[in-house]
């Protein structure tokens, strides 16, 4: 039982250039998340899923896209890749509304923009 | 606005010393308080879920409380092994599945 797995787990990139982050569970989890975490900061929450299908923007999505085609998978695409960018970005699940706070993280995707 | 503020940001403690981190919070209509264990290079890890004043919880050396204004995780007796960054957050009946999350409390246990 793997979890929520997520790649790269490093990657380094140019001002402008783009990139998917990939993250799958195999939990059969119904509610997936992206989270940012920066230095001194609390994780953030960038867009999360209610289920295949469903995307909803959480409280920095400016600069990120999201896709749920499946229940298992739920990319993370980053267009014009910018400095500010710059940050640790944590895939997780929750089997329901009712679990919202009981998540399970991934290990963590360290992007940097240069 | 909900948040959520943990103190100390960081704590040393020798082997034994018990302790407590304290997170306060403001949400409107707390739904659920939750505290993470996160390990260097790894992703946090569920430990509790507290849903109203009076509450506890307890997993071997650690202990959490939940007040109107307030949860604190005690850690009695601390190992090396209870070294990592301890997270707070806390979810309003207002705020859909938005999590917010305190900048955490990193502990230090001393052999």
């Known amino acids: 039982n793997a979890g929520v797995t997520q790649t790269p787990k490093f990657r380094i990139l140019k001002i402008g250039q783009s990139m998917t982050l990939q993250c799958a569970q195999d939990?059969?989890?119904?509610?997936m998340y992206w989270y940012r975490q920066d230095p001194g900061m609390g994780l953030k929450l960038i867009y999360y899923?209610?289920?295949?299908?469903?995307?909803d923007k959480g409280e920095v999505p400016n600069g990120y896209n999201v896709s749920r085609s499946t229940t298992e998978d739920f990319p993370l695409r980053l267009e014009l890749a910018a400095p500010s960018q710059t940050s640790v970005y944590f895939c997780?699940?929750?089997?329901?509304?009712?679990?919202?706070?009981?998540?399970?993280f991934g290990e963590g995707s360290r992007l940097t923009v240069l | 606005e909900d948040q959520v503020t943990q103190s100390p940001e960081a704590l040393r403690l020798q082997e034994g010393e018990s302790s407590s981190l304290n997170c306060s919070y403001t949400?409107?209509?707390?739904?659920?308080l939750f505290w993470y264990r996160q390990d260097p290079g790894k992703g946090p890890e569920f430990l509790f879920t507290?849903?109203?004043a009076g509450e506890e919880k307890e997993k071997e050396r650690l202990k959490a409380t939940l007040t109107k204004k307030e949860s604190f995780l005690h850690i009695t007796a601390p190992k090396p092994e209870d070294s990592a960054t301890y997270l707070c957050?806390?979810?309003?009946?207002?705020?859909?599945?938005?999590?917010?999350f305190g900048t955490g409390t990193r502990l230090t246990v001393i052999p």
């Open positions: 507290l849903y109203s």
């Open positions: 957050a806390v979810v309003g009946w207002s705020g859909a599945n938005n999590l917010f």
């Open positions: 939990m059969n989890h119904n509610y």
């Open positions: 899923s209610v289920g295949a299908g469903i995307t």
């Open positions: 949400v409107s209509g707390l739904r659920g």
């Open positions: 997780a699940s929750s089997y329901s509304r009712e679990d919202t706070g009981e998540l399970f």
